[in-house]
């Protein structure tokens, strides 16, 4: 891999899949624009820790965000979390890159608007999103969910999907 040449796309859970994940963040941080990375579900994990750890996602066993979260630079590194998206699609390829998966009603558009909505909503008020986000219901999509329904069944889509069925029910 050559930052100067390459393109490297991340599929997110950059942070507690391990004993380094402040060092990983610093590195691909340090990749600048040679990389694209997505949100997945440890990242989110994380952020809801440090942003707002009275959501009730608390620390868990196996966890190992202790020394990120006491790093000099944790602030930065959050920063930088924060800004990534849910999905990452390139027209030119038409790839599209997410953590986990999309219903089968969605099309790459709706996907694209619907992550768009989180990423809005988690970068506005982390502490509101966080303290709504987690749960399994809705398990099915439904154009007519709102606000935070709406949020969590996307939210779950692209970083904790593992299989659906036909009509969409995670």
């Not at 891999?1 to 340090?30: C, K």
């Not at 440890?42 to 196996?62: K, Y």
């Not at 909503?121 to 329904?149: C, H, I």
């Amino acid at each position: 891999f050559s930052p100067a040449h390459d393109h490297l796309w991340l599929v997110g859970d950059l942070v507690n899949r391990g004993p380094h994940s402040t060092a990983t963040l610093r590195e691909v941080i340090g990749l600048g624009d040679a990389v694209t990375s997505v949100l997945g579900n440890h990242d989110l994990h994380l952020l809801a820790l440090a942003m707002a750890p009275n959501s009730g996602n608390g620390m868990r066993p196996g966890d190992t965000l202790d020394k990120l979260l006491a790093a000099h630079d944790c602030d930065e590194l959050l920063g930088w979390l924060l800004e990534r998206p849910l999905l990452h699609h390139d027209p030119k390829l038409n790839w599209t890159l997410v953590h986990a998966g999309l219903p089968p009603q969605w099309s790459i558009a709706t996907a694209e608007r619907e992550a768009r909505t989180v990423e809005t909503a988690l970068r506005d008020d982390p502490v509101g999103f966080f303290n709504k986000m987690y749960g399994d219901q809705p398990d099915t999509w439904s154009e007519t969910l709102t606000g935070a329904d709406r949020w969590r069944f996307t939210g779950n889509c692209l970083t904790r999907l593992r299989y659906c069925t036909a009509e969409g029910q995670l």
